[in-house]
């Protein structure tokens, strides 16, 4: 089968060793702002900003006790969470949160999909505020992302208390809404919880909860353990009870109106790939075997060929000749004729000698004079 020729990239992916190199960076300098701020002797914070009385009392224990364990360190860097609002602004303020401090790097995260835009737009500005803030280029680089959110929502929430009550002698089956818990209120949007004590286990299913948990000796960790498996059933009760189901090819729960996972998609849709590829292949092998075959002979060969297949491979085969000839400058016979096959569908002695000598000089005149207008001029 033929071997297609690939340009290396110049991009190389840092090792463990640079990352390491990284983070030592930037430990480095957060150490540089903090004793910059030490030499000032200036609170962390924009210039002029004062510390009341109240802050100035554990002055000496930040300089003298916990210098050691760098609470003051700390402390400096991560007063941008409680004043992340004052720094980028109420409204943008609201509708971001910050997810970690790492200098030279900061992760927010947006609650919408709007609101990723404009931070991605307003990066170099919110930089700009942040490092005012630390009153030094502390962050270079500002990591932007979604806010994850839980993907059980409510359609109808109820009251839990009206289910759970002395009174209630169980659910009536499909009633899916009384497995909606009170709705609590998580940064900037409602989110409804779910009630796991309205939703009920059989006792088969606790006895094999006790069974597995049963050979652990610590009392906390097996309590958990039990919590975890028995809020993992309910949940899963409350899932199918809203439409969910088991995906195809394994036991993960899928939404209504999917067959597989995300997972399981991504696998198949790699399978089909290379299985596609693998017919491609095929329909370039016998291209390399008769070059100037046509669409319809190359049915006789490969049934299930397709025009576009057959358009793709026979494109492929060209643009790897054409690489040998005309970049490559290569003077092999072999590598002429097979590129002069393909394009004109002509069998090797139905080229006359005169023609594939003009041919080649002709695209390589053109190749040269496309990469001549295209090179930069300089001044």
Not at 160 to 183: C, E, F, H, P, R
Not at 235 to 242: A, E, I, Q
Not at 280 to 305: S, W
Request: some cysteine.
């Amino acid at each position: 089968m033929m071997s297609e020729t690939f340009e290396p990239k110049n991009g190389i992916q840092p090792g463990v060793s640079e990352a390491k190199t990284e983070a030592a960076a930037g430990d480095d300098a957060t150490v540089r702002y903090i004793e910059g701020l030490l030499a000032a002797k200036r609170p962390a914070g924009p210039i002029g900003y004062k510390p009341d009385a109240y802050v100035r009392q554990y002055d000496t224990h930040l300089n003298s006790k916990y210098k050691s364990f760098n609470v003051f360190k700390q402390f400096a860097v991560m007063r941008l969470y409680h004043h992340w609002p004052k720094v980028v602004g109420t409204v943008l303020g609201k509708q971001t949160k910050v997810l970690e401090i790492k200098p030279p790097i900061i992760k927010v995260a947006a609650m919408t999909s709007p609101c990723l835009q404009q931070l991605q737009m307003m990066k170099r500005q919110l930089l700009k505020k942040i490092n005012e803030f630390y009153g030094s280029e502390l962050i270079t680089d500002l990591e932007c992302t979604m806010y994850r959110q839980s993907y059980l929502k409510a359609i109808q929430p109820v009251d839990a208390v009206s289910v759970t009550s002395a009174n209630s002698k169980g659910l009536i089956k499909g009633d899916t809404s009384a497995y909606m818990g009170k709705a609590k209120r998580t940064d900037s949007y409602e989110r409804v919880l779910i009630n796991f004590k309205a939703i009920p286990i059989p006792a088969d299913v606790m006895a094999q909860i006790d069974a597995s948990v049963a050979n652990i000796k610590s009392e906390d960790l097996r309590r958990q353990l039990k919590d975890v498996q028995i809020k993992q059933y309910k949940k899963t009760v409350y899932l199918k009870d809203h439409g969910y189901h088991n995906c195809e090819c394994c036991e993960k729960l899928i939404g209504p109106g999917e067959t597989l996972c995300s997972s399981c998609t991504i696998k198949t849709q790699e399978h089909e790939a290379f299985l596609y590829r693998q017919h491609i292949n095929g329909i370039k092998d016998r291209l390399m075997q008769e070059p100037f075959a046509v669409y319809d002979e190359m049915r006789q060969h490969v049934p299930q060929c397709t025009m576009s297949d057959y358009q793709l491979a026979h494109r492929e085969c060209v643009y790897f000749f054409r690489n040998r000839v005309v970049k490559e400058e290569s003077n092999e016979n072999y590598d002429i004729y097979m590129l002069l096959m393909l394009i004109t569908h002509k069998k090797a002695e139905q080229l006359k000698p005169e023609f594939v000598r003009n041919s080649v000089l002709k695209m390589r005149a053109q190749y040269k004079e496309a990469v001549k207008s295209h090179k930069p001029q300089s001044n």
